[in-house]
C-alpha cells in the first residue's frame, strides 16, 4: 500500500544543533516529494519540493533535503537550528493518481 | 502570508447540523484542493478541483460535499454533522492541475458539540 512514513513523532535539538527529521515512503515509482512545516494555529508553508534532477534540495529558511532512492527516503536537514523552527514538520507525496499523503508529522522542540 | 483566504476561521456548530466552509485561492490559482486535520487521523487529502471541475477525490464521507464556482472560490459543504468531524479543515491552491507546489491558506477549525 502507498504510505509515507516519518518515524520520529517528536524530537528535541538544542539552538545550534543541527538537524535530521525522516521520511520514508512507499510507492511503486518515484513520487513528488515535498517538505512542509505548520506553526501552532497556522497553516502549512512548503520548505522545498523534489520532481527530479539533482537529488540535493535547497528551500527556505536554510532548510535542504535529500532525495536517496535506494532508501525510498527524503530526509530533511538544517546545518544549525534557531528556535523560531520549532513546529511541527510534514513530509509529504504526490503519486501518479494526483492523490497527495502526509507523513504524520514531526514536532520539533528547540532548547535554549 | 500565502494569498489564500478561508472563512470562517472558527466555527461552532451542534451534531445532525450542516455548514458551508469558503476557500478563495491565490490569484491566478485554478486548482483548489481541501484537506482534513484532526489529532487521530493526521492530515487528510479530501477533494481537488481544478477549473470548477472535480479532479481528484481522497478520504471524503458521502456527508461532504465540495465545488468550485466560475471564479474558482470553492466551497465544502460538511452535513450530518458528528462529533468525530471536529477538525481543522484546510483548503490550498495551485497553479495547475499536477499538485506541484500547493499553498495552503489559515484554516477553518470546526468544532461539533
Known amino acids: 500500500a502507498q504510505s509515507v512514513t516519518q518515524p520520529d513523532i517528536h524530537i528535541t535539538v538544542s539552538e545550534g544543533a543541527s538537524l535530521e527529521l525522516r521520511c520514508n515512503y512507499s510507492?511503486?515509482?518515484?513520487?513528488?516529494l515535498f517538505w512542509y512545516v505548520q506553526s501552532p494555529g497556522q497553516g502549512l508553508q512548503l520548505l522545498l519540493k523534489?520532481?527530479?534532477?539533482?537529488?540535493l534540495v535547497q528551500g527556505i529558511k536554510g532548510f535542504e533535503a535529500e532525495f536517496k532512492r535506494s532508501q525510498s527516503s527524503f530526509n530533511l536537514r538544517k546545518p544549525s537550528v534557531h528556535w523560531s523552527d520549532a513546529a511541527e514538520y510534514f513530509c509529504?507525496?504526490?503519486?501518479?493518481?494526483?492523490?497527495?499523503?502526509f507523513g504524520a508529522g514531526t514536532r520539533l522542540t528547540v532548547k535554549p | 502570508d500565502s494569498g489564500v483566504t478561508q472563512t470562517p476561521k472558527h466555527l461552532i456548530t451542534a451534531t445532525g447540523q450542516r455548514v458551508t466552509l469558503r476557500c478563495s485561492p491565490r490569484?491566478?490559482?485554478?486548482?483548489v484542493y481541501w484537506y482534513q486535520q484532526s489529532l487521530d487521523q493526521g492530515l487528510q487529502f479530501l477533494i481537488q478541483y481544478y477549473n470548477g471541475e472535480e479532479r481528484a477525490k481522497g478520504n471524503i464521507l458521502e456527508r461532504f460535499s465540495a465545488q468550485q464556482f466560475p471564479d474558482l472560490h470553492s466551497e465544502l459543504n460538511l452535513s450530518s454533522l458528528e462529533l468525530g468531524d471536529s477538525a481543522l479543515y484546510f483548503c490550498?491552491?495551485?497553479?495547475?492541475?499536477?499538485?506541484?507546489?500547493?499553498?495552503f491558506g489559515p484554516g477553518t477549525r470546526l468544532l461539533v458539540l
Open positions: 490569484s491566478g490559482d485554478l486548482s
Open positions: 510507492y511503486g515509482a518515484t513520487p513528488y
Open positions: 509529504a507525496v504526490v503519486a501518479n493518481n494526483n492523490d497527495m499523503r
Open positions: 523534489y520532481f527530479s534532477g539533482d537529488t
Open positions: 490550498a491552491s495551485s497553479v495547475d492541475v499536477l499538485q506541484e507546489t500547493q499553498y
